[in-house]
T-cell receptor, first 109, second 114 residues
Framework: AQRVTQPEKLLSVFKGAPVELKCNYSYSGSPELFWYVQYSRQRLQLLLRHISRESIKGFTADLNKGETSFHLKKPFAQEEDSAMYYCALSGPGTYKYIFGTGTRLKVLA | GAGVSQTPSNKVTEKGKYVELRCDPISGHTALYWYRQSLGQGPEFLIYFQGTGAADDSGLPNDRFFAVRPEGSVSTLKIQRTERGDSAVYLC????????????FGQGTRLTVV
């Protein structure tokens, strides 16, 4: 079955602490993985995608095909990182996303 | 417009009524998607349009749901005989044609069926 699992509904960290938002996926093939973010009162927007291999707002994510994971990491959390984060996949030859249930990140002062 | 526009932003309707939700995509985006997000869940795929045609409607839950995009731009999601379980945020997204391209989301329409 095609599935994206985000085991944590809520993750609270202090400002300056490292952050890791977990994402595991199940897909028979080679999907493309994404992280989307939704800040308070804003629309869902793309944060990063594994194919780009870039760091956005200090966040990085490495695709681990052996563990079927795509965890999102940031070494030093900032208060403005507080938001809802969704991991998603898109299969080759398809256009639709399969989203996880999301993790709410709260960065405490 | 600067982004994907959805109207109305909120809709309250009575059980059994018919509703239409509108999506105005980014100009030039040929791909358009509808997703539904229930409380505590991630967005769930409903239907995908490439131009005027529905290329994939596998996510529509039943035949009460229907969507059109007659001129390849604005799309309308139509729900007949609404049920309380249809209450959710309906999200529209658009993207350039092509595989795995970034989807730009609208603010969503919050539908409440009472």
């Amino acid at each position: 079955a095609q599935r994206v699992t985000q085991p944590e509904k809520l993750l609270s960290v202090f400002k300056g602490a490292p952050v890791e938002l977990k994402c595991n996926y199940s897909y028979s093939g080679s999907p493309e993985l994404f992280w989307y973010v939704q800040y308070s009162r804003q629309r869902l927007q793309l944060l990063l995608r594994h194919i780009s291999r870039e760091s956005i707002k200090g966040f990085t994510a490495d695709l681990n095909k052996g563990e079927t994971s795509f965890h999102l990491k940031k070494p030093f959390a900032q208060e403005e990182d507080s938001a809802m984060y969704y991991c998603a996949l898109s299969g080759p030859g398809t256009y639709k996303y399969i989203f996880g249930t999301g993790t709410r990140l709260k960065v405490l002062a | 417009g600067a982004g994907v526009s959805q109207t109305p932003s909120n809709k309250v309707t009575e059980k059994g009524k018919y509703v239409e939700l509108r999506c105005d995509p980014i100009s030039g985006h040929t791909a358009l998607y509808w997703y539904r997000q229930s409380l505590g869940q991630g967005p769930e795929f409903l239907i995908y349009f490439q131009g005027t045609g529905a290329a994939d409607d596998s996510g529509l839950p039943n035949d009460r749901f229907f969507a059109v995009r007659p001129e390849g731009s604005v799309s309308t999601l139509k729900i007949q005989r609404t049920e309380r379980g249809d209450s959710a945020v309906y999200l529209c997204a658009s993207s350039l044609a092509g595989m795995n391209t970034e989807a730009f989301f609208g603010q969503g329409t919050r539908l409440t069926v009472v």
